[in-house]
């Protein structure tokens, strides 16, 4: 993380005004560069979590970037485990505010732990407060695993389900770049970087955390291709009621308002339901006809158009549908499917570059 760091400060260090750096230990947040001040996380007016009274460094050269960064690299919180002698016991957000507006923001996550890296801490002084903080690590990342995971089953679904990303702090500090609701998300991009070991013994970790990036990945492709083929029964009612007055030169203008409902709720409506809303409008039987028949011709041409880009995909690449059931139901031919989707073994960073300026 900290090459990664350094080479995005060489790159930005001519476009950012100021730089902060903060760590998450558990749910407590603190203040790189500020002596490890607490800090406290709220919900702003437009409901998105913000850090409040956290440091903000003006920088005015790439040298004092720099010699921000290696104070922030030797302020993180780190441990001795069984497998790593440096291992990250916080989850790291370097903030670069960027003079053309929005910031870009670097977020190491911690470590999990194993069970046999439990063990390794039972001689150690401090035992206590190492389990709690390896609890409170690997809790925060299944949060997060579980929020991507829900935000993948959702893409690939009418029936929307809650994304618990108030379950963690780390959850709702990332909730801005994760949920594909909200619209500030599509302003600006997210690259997920997995960490893997070229280790035998850790291959088990190793095809965890990518099994966890192809679910990152895929969630992704699934929100972009739902957008790019949004077919008419995914409009919301103010759309519904905007094309019943514009379609066919204003013709139906008239009877706009009564189709005050959204593009689902219109396509699974009984036709004798839209007859008599027309009707009792001051519309004709046609004008019934010609609304309820366009609507309907619209939305198979939409789905048509969809499966025939899905079916041009090929070449061995997985469809982010056959991801989205093997998030669900489990990986094929794996004896113990909850532990490719929810085992330990991540070690990852999540880029985000926002066009947004966030008070963080």
Same mark, same amino acid.
């Given at each position: 993380?900290?090459?990664?760091?350094?080479?995005?400060?060489?790159? +930005?260090?001519?476009?950012?005004?100021?730089?902060?750096?903060?760590?998450?230990?558990?749910?407590?947040?603190?203040?790189?560069?500020?002596?490890?001040?607490?800090?406290?996380?709220?919900?702003?007016?437009?409901?998105?979590? +913000?850090?409040?009274?956290?440091?903000?460094?003006?920088?005015?050269?790439?040298?004092? %970037?720099?010699?921000?960064?290696?104070?922030?690299?030797?302020? $993180?919180?780190?441990?001795?485990?069984?497998?790593?002698?440096?291992?990250?016991?916080?989850?790291?957000?370097?903030?670069?505010?960027?003079?053309?507006? #929005?910031?870009?923001?670097? +977020?190491?996550?911690?470590?999990?732990?194993?069970?046999?890296?439990?063990? &390794?801490?039972?001689?150690?002084?401090?035992?206590?407060?190492?389990?709690?903080?390896?609890?409170?690590?690997?809790?925060?990342?299944?949060?997060?695993?579980?929020?991507?995971?829900?935000?993948?089953?959702?893409?690939?679904?009418?029936?929307?389900?809650?994304?618990?990303?108030? $379950?963690?702090?780390?959850?709702?500090?990332?909730?801005?770049?994760?949920?594909?609701?909200?619209?500030?998300?599509?302003?600006?991009?997210?690259?997920?970087?997995?960490?893997?070991?070229? %280790?035998?013994?850790?291959?088990?970790?190793?095809?965890?955390?990518?099994?966890?990036?192809?679910?990152?990945?895929?969630?992704?492709?699934?929100?972009?291709?739902?957008?790019?083929?949004?077919?008419?029964?995914?409009?919301?009612?103010?759309?519904?009621?905007?094309?019943?007055?514009?379609?066919?030169?204003?013709?139906?203008?008239?009877?706009?308002?009564?189709?005050?409902?959204?593009?689902?709720?219109?396509?699974?409506?009984?036709?004798?339901?839209?007859?008599?809303?027309?009707?009792?409008?001051?519309?004709?039987?046609?004008?019934?006809?010609?609304?309820?028949?366009?609507?309907?011709?619209?939305?198979?041409?939409?789905?048509?158009?969809?499966?025939?880009?899905?079916?041009?995909? #090929?070449?061995?690449?997985?469809?982010?549908?056959?991801?989205?059931?093997?998030?669900?139901? #489990?990986?094929?031919?794996?004896?113990?499917?909850?532990?490719?989707?929810?085992?330990?073994?991540?070690?990852?960073?999540?880029?985000?570059? &926002?066009?947004?300026?966030?008070?963080?």
């Amino acid at each position: 993380m900290n090459q990664i760091a350094t080479r995005v400060a060489a790159d +930005v260090a001519n476009r950012i005004t100021s730089f902060s750096f903060f760590e998450l230990r558990g749910d407590a947040c603190t203040d790189g560069l500020n002596a490890d001040a607490k800090l406290p996380i709220l919900t702003d007016e437009n409901d998105e979590t +913000v850090v409040k009274d956290l440091t903000g460094k003006k920088i005015d050269s790439l040298e004092q %970037l720099l010699s921000t960064l290696t104070h922030c690299y030797g302020v $993180r919180a780190t441990a001795n485990t069984r497998s790593n002698s440096q291992s990250s016991r916080s989850h790291a957000f370097y903030v670069f505010n960027l003079k053309e507006g #929005g910031t870009l923001k670097l +977020v190491d996550l911690a470590g999990s732990e194993s069970k046999e890296d439990a063990m &390794s801490h039972a001689s150690d002084a401090n035992a206590d407060d190492r389990y709690k903080e390896m609890v409170q690590i690997n809790k925060s990342l299944g949060d997060l695993k579980e929020c991507i995971r829900l935000n993948l089953v959702n893409a690939k679904s009418t029936k929307k389900q809650h994304v618990p990303f108030r $379950r963690s702090v780390l959850t709702r500090l990332l909730k801005d770049v994760l949920d594909s609701e909200n619209n500030s998300a599509l302003t600006g991009t997210t690259c997920f970087i997995a960490h893997v070991s070229p %280790l035998r013994t850790s291959v088990p970790q190793t095809m965890n955390t990518l099994t966890y990036a192809e679910y990152m990945i895929a969630a992704s492709r699934a929100t972009t291709e739902k957008a790019k083929f949004a077919g008419p029964e995914t409009w919301s009612s103010k759309k519904v009621s905007a094309w019943v007055g514009k379609f066919h030169e204003g013709r139906h203008a008239k009877l706009a308002e009564v189709f005050v409902l959204g593009g689902k709720q219109l396509h699974i409506m009984w036709k004798g339901d839209v007859d008599k809303r027309v009707l009792a409008a001051g519309g004709s039987q046609a004008d019934a006809d010609d609304i309820y028949d366009t609507f309907h011709e619209m939305v198979r041409e939409a789905k048509k158009k969809k499966r025939a880009t899905v079916g041009k995909k #090929g070449g061995g690449v997985k469809k982010s549908d056959d991801v989205a059931i093997e998030i669900v139901e #489990g990986p094929k031919n794996v004896k113990n499917k909850a532990a490719m989707i929810y085992g330990g073994g991540l070690s990852a960073e999540c880029v985000e570059n &926002s066009s947004k300026n966030r008070a963080l």
